[in-house]
């Protein structure tokens, strides 16, 4: 795969942040990577490394200081259709039931109610929420909101999905559950998804390829390829010998990466983290 036929090229990207007093943080530095049209990514590194900052500027929410991002060939400006986030805050209206909060994206569009109702309740169906189109935010779990959120991120047809930690506050069952929905809207739909995540179990079992990022300024140290063979929900694959191996090849180019006192942490399931870049932007 070249740049020239990646749906995702990221080229020598570099950012940094100012720093109150002068200065400035630098977040990445000559980021090259390059996601296949239909890929499976998942970005793992230590905290502060700036995979937030990466998903922010392949969304177009953020500019490069340097290098150059593009979709399709097509150098990223500012958010587009083409790209939807999901994060790990839900961002539902609370006003609005699981149905309106999915339609709430197709409003600009144009579309009119009809249309966008059928458009709706399929993404609902898509995502396993099928008779919960009535519902209210604060009537559904956590997982369900995610599975909102993840409708609305969809209805629009976006052809990449990127997504920030979107399961790492959910308990484990549930984070389970919803790793293995996603892996079958992948399939189904076929679109490329840029996932971040601190876990490197939930790194392994999703995705076709890992980037693991070096400490900061984040660089990517590897890419891994994870071949598991076809998901069957029969078999236990996160307790093959397969998953194993892939698990401890990340985890070693991740372990010289993290403070000592990260080690150990860095070892359990993903848990909620505060947004990496915040301290940097103030």
């Known amino acids: 795969m070249t740049a020239q036929n990646a749906k995702i090229s990221l080229t020598g990207v570099g950012k940094t942040f100012p720093v109150r007093g002068g200065g400035v943080f630098t977040a990445l530095s000559g980021i090259d990577l390059d996601v296949a049209e239909g890929e499976f990514l998942v970005v793992v590194g230590p905290s502060g490394c700036g995979k937030s900052t990466l998903l922010d500027l392949i969304g177009g929410l953020a500019r490069p200081t340097a290098g150059r991002v593009a979709i399709d060939g097509v150098e990223v400006t500012g958010p587009a259709l083409d790209r939807a986030v999901v994060f790990q805050q839900y961002a539902l209206l609370p006003w609005r039931t699981a149905l309106r909060n999915v339609e709430f994206g197709l409003e600009a569009k144009g579309l009119r109610r009809r249309e966008r109702t059928e458009i709706a309740r399929h993404h609902l169906d ?53 790793q293995d929905e996603l892996l079958r809207i992948w399939a189904t739909t076929g679109k ?35 071949d598991l063979g076809p998901r069957d929900e029969r078999e236990d694959l996160r307790s093959s010998p397969a998953f194993a191996e892939h698990r401890h090849r990340v985890w070693s180019l991740l372990k010289d990466e993290l403070p000592k006192d990260e080690v150990r942490a860095a070892q359990r399931p993903a848990v909620p983290a505060p947004r990496e870049e915040a301290a940097a932007r103030g």
């Open 192 to 226: 490329t998804v840029v996932f971040i995540t601190h876990g490197i179990d939930e790194a392994v079992y999703l995705g076709g390829r890992v980037a693991v990022l070096t400490s900061r300024p984040g660089r990517v140290k590897e890419i891994v390829d994870i």
């Open 126 to 178: 898509l995502v396993g929420l099928s008779g919960f189109e009535d519902r209210y935010p604060h009537e559904l779990s956590g997982g369900m909101k995610q599975r909102v959120a993840i409708a609305r991120s969809l209805a629009h047809d976006p052809g990449v999905l990127l997504m920030d930690e979107p399961f790492a506050a959910l308990d484990a069952q549930t984070r389970d559950t919803l």
